[in-house]
C-alpha cells in the first residue's frame, strides 16, 4: 500500500499565480485533512472533509478551497497565492469504517514557496 | 475534542526511558488518548493510543492514570532516532470532525 500520497512535493509560485495540491489515499478512509505547517511552528488545520462530496472549514481556511469528488481524492486549491501561503503542507487520513480504527495517516508533505 | 497539555520541551539520555506527559482533564469518557511524533520535517506518524487500559505495543508504552486525566507515553530506551516533537491528542473513537494538534513536546535524545 502506498497510504498517503501528495503531489507535488514541491513548487514555486509568484504571487496572485494560483495552483492545487492533490492527496491520494488508497486506504479507503473516510476522513481526509489538510494541514499547514510554517517553520518552527505546529500543524495547523486548514479543511477537512468527513466524506466523499462533503468538506468543512478548520482553524486556517482563508485563501483556500477544497474539493473531496472522489473518497479516495482531495485536493486543495489556491486561487490566488499570497507570500504568507509559504509552508509546508500535509494530508491525512483517517477512519477504516470495517476495522472501526481512527488512526491519521499523514503524507510526507508538499513545500510550497510564493515569491 | 478535549484539550490537551504538554511541556514545550524534554531531554533524554540515550538508552534511558523517556516519559512524556500528557495532561488531558477534560476527557470524556468515549475519547482514547492518541500520540503521533514528528521527525525533523516529515509527516507526523502514529505512535500508540488508548482508551483506559494501558497499551504497549513496538514502539511505545502508553500509561493512562485511572481517572483518565493524564498520561504517559514511555519510550523504553530512547535513541538518538527518537528526537522528534511528540503530539498527545484525545478525541471520539470513530470522529472525524475538527482535529486540531498542539505544540506538543519537543523531546531531544542526547548521547
Known amino acids: 500500500n502506498a497510504g498517503v500520497t501528495q503531489t507535488p512535493k514541491f513548487r514555486v509560485l509568484k504571487t496572485g499565480q494560483s495552483m492545487t495540491l492533490l492527496c491520494a489515499q488508497d486506504?479507503?478512509?473516510?476522513?481526509m485533512y489538510w494541514y499547514r505547517q510554517d517553520p518552527g511552528m505546529g500543524l495547523r488545520l486548514i479543511h477537512y472533509?468527513?466524506?466523499?462530496?462533503?468538506?468543512a472549514k478548520g482553524e486556517v481556511p482563508d485563501g483556500y478551497n477544497v474539493s473531496r469528488l472522489k473518497k479516495q481524492n482531495f485536493l486543495l486549491g489556491l486561487e490566488s497565492a499570497a507570500p504568507s501561503q509559504t509552508s509546508v503542507y500535509f494530508c491525512?487520513?483517517?477512519?477504516?469504517?470495517?476495522?472501526?480504527?481512527?488512526?491519521?495517516?499523514f503524507g510526507a508533505g508538499s513545500r510550497l514557496t510564493v515569491l | 475534542d478535549a484539550k490537551t497539555t504538554q511541556p514545550p520541551s524534554m531531554d533524554c539520555a540515550e538508552g534511558r526511558a523517556a516519559n512524556l506527559p500528557c495532561n488531558h482533564s477534560?476527557?470524556?469518557?468515549?475519547?482514547?488518548v492518541y500520540w503521533y511524533r514528528q521527525i525533523h520535517s516529515q509527516g507526523p506518524q502514529y505512535i500508540i493510543h488508548?482508551?483506559?487500559n494501558n497499551e504497549t505495543n513496538e514502539m511505545a508504552s502508553l500509561i493512562i492514570t485511572e481517572d483518565r486525566k493524564s498520561s504517559t507515553l514511555i519510550l523504553p530506551h530512547a535513541t538518538l532516532r527518537d528526537t522528534a516533537v511528540y503530539y498527545c491528542?484525545?478525541?471520539?473513537?470513530?470522529?472525524?470532525?475538527?482535529?486540531?494538534f498542539g505544540g506538543g513536546t519537543r523531546l531531544m535524545v542526547k548521547p
Open positions: 491525512a487520513s483517517s477512519y477504516d469504517r470495517s476495522s472501526g480504527a481512527n488512526v491519521l495517516t
Open positions: 486506504m479507503n478512509h473516510e476522513y
Open positions: 472533509s468527513v466524506g466523499e462530496g462533503t468538506t
Open positions: 477534560t476527557i470524556s469518557g468515549n475519547e482514547y
Open positions: 488508548g482508551l483506559k
Open positions: 491528542i484525545v478525541r471520539v473513537g470513530n470522529a472525524g470532525n475538527m482535529l486540531t
